[in-house]
């Protein structure tokens, strides 16, 4: 189902872009063009002066809007941190209903959900077991959240550089034709210049958004990893002040904290 929908969201981004060019398109429909996209002639020459850079530029743009719409999706709150989890687990934990509470999380596949899952299915082997288990699940969920994200880093670096490369195509194209003419006219060098200036333009047009989407996305899983991250611990101390009063509250270990940060920006963004 996962990969279907994440199938679906880029197909869909694709297709987002295609509207958009037929909108562009606007007064060209009108002339009674029978091609897919009817740009006007100025868009279309627009693209054209561009070189073939604009066909990498053009793909980093789909892969890019189509990430983020599938992880915007993959983050709304009931996706990852729903209220009737928390709710259940807080009234099921402190009273020592963990049978019940594990019927609960049995209902959603959420990040939440599996880690306090993982937690509850070892306490027979103690809160120290506990603990790890929720730590360990913690870690596989962040590479879950951060699914994706590298693919849209990539692009917020990769698209720059390849307007700057259509840059370095058209200035050479440029001073080509300046070499086999001999002389030095403006529209004999106007057409590199465009091309060099097009593709600047366009490659920071894709990568701009996307590094803002990558950083706005990242926050966001961020921050959702510390909230479960409170939540399960909150829920372990209850317990632990439940069946041992005079022990000493737990805390996230700093070491698991950090690893648990590394596995979101490193591991969970090769999706």
């Known amino acids: 189902m996962a990969r279907a929908l994440s199938a679906g969201v880029w197909l869909g981004g694709a297709g987002v872009l295609l509207a958009a060019g037929a909108a562009w398109a606007g007064p060209a429909a009108e002339g009674g063009g029978g091609s897919l996209l009817n740009f006007t002639p100025a868009a279309w020459d627009f693209i054209k002066k561009g070189g073939i850079t604009m066909v990498p530029l053009g793909l980093c743009s789909i892969v890019g809007l189509a990430v983020v719409f599938e992880r915007l999706f993959a983050f709304r709150r009931e996706k990852v941190v729903?209220?009737?989890?928390?709710?259940?687990?807080?009234?099921?934990?402190?009273?020592?209903?963990?049978?019940?509470?594990?019927?609960?999380?049995?209902?959603?596949?959420?990040?939440?959900?599996?880690?306090?899952?993982?937690?509850?299915?070892?306490?027979?082997?103690?809160?120290?077991?506990?603990?790890?288990?929720?730590?360990?699940?913690?870690?596989?969920?962040?590479?879950?959240?951060?699914?994706?994200?590298?693919?849209?880093?990539?692009?917020?670096?990769?698209?720059?550089?390849?307007?700057f490369f259509g840059t370095v195509i058209g200035m050479l194209s440029a001073f080509e034709a300046i070499g086999k003419a001999g002389t030095v006219t403006p529209t004999l060098v106007a057409a590199g210049i465009s091309e060099a200036l097009i593709t600047t333009v366009a490659g920071l047009a894709v990568g701009i958004p996307a590094l803002a989407g990558y950083h706005y996305l990242r926050s966001r899983a961020d921050r959702y990893l510390f909230e479960m991250e409170n939540i399960a611990f909150d829920l372990l101390d209850a317990l632990v002040i439940a069946e041992a009063p005079g022990r000493k509250p737990l805390r996230p270990p700093a070491r698991a904290a950090g690893e648990g940060r590394a596995a979101a920006q490193d591991a969970g963004e090769d999706g």
Do not use: T
């Open 82 to 163: 729903p209220d009737e989890v928390v709710h259940a687990s807080e009234r099921y934990w402190r009273r020592g209903d963990f049978e019940e509470a594990l019927r609960v999380y049995e209902r959603f596949d959420v990040p939440l959900a599996r880690i306090l899952r993982a937690g509850l299915q070892r306490r027979h082997l103690g809160i120290d077991e506990m603990e790890r288990a929720m730590v360990g699940s913690g870690q596989h969920e962040s590479s879950v959240l951060g699914r994706n994200l590298r693919a849209l880093g990539v692009i917020a670096n990769l698209a720059p550089m390849l307007g």
